[in-house]
């Protein structure tokens, strides 16, 4: 049975989480809002995480004006997968770094060889 939890809690979990990144490269990190929304995308699968927006490895010298980059975690779809709140606390930390990891052009594949699928 999935979780249940209110968004205020799951918001909660994500500022933890963030607590956790380490500040040498919170720092680093540039033009980039986190979100929290209840729903995945309309017609897309059920996503955990989300990044949206132009990773840094991929901001040239014409990087400028732009809306800042988009991470979303997604509090239906991680309840959804977890049975106690001890799984979304993992779950949302996961996720969390993962996005995180995005903005920092790392790919989806080399996150599943570090273990952060």
């Known amino acids: 049975m ?3 939890m209110s968004r205020e ?7 933890d989480a963030l607590d956790q990144v380490p500040e ?7 033009n980039v ?13 059920p996503l955990l995480g989300l990044y949206e927006g132009h990773a840094l490895t ?22 959804a997968v977890c049975q106690t709140e001890e799984e979304v606390v993992e ?8 996005e995180i990891a995005h903005h920092f052009g790392i790919s989806d594949d080399r996150l599943h060889d570090l273990g952060w699928g």
């Open 58 to 79: 991929e901001r040239g010298w014409d990087y400028a004006g732009v809306l800042p980059d988009r991470i979303t975690i997604f509090r239906n779809p991680t309840l």
């Open 24 to 30: 040498e490269l919170l720092k680093v990190m540039s």
């Open 91 to 98: 779950e949302v930390a996961v996720t969390v770094v993962h």
């Open 9 to 15: 809690r799951f918001e909660e979990l994500v500022g």
């Open 33 to 45: 809002v986190i979100l929290v929304e209840d729903e995945s995308p309309p017609g897309a699968p």
């Open 2 to 4: 999935p979780v249940e």
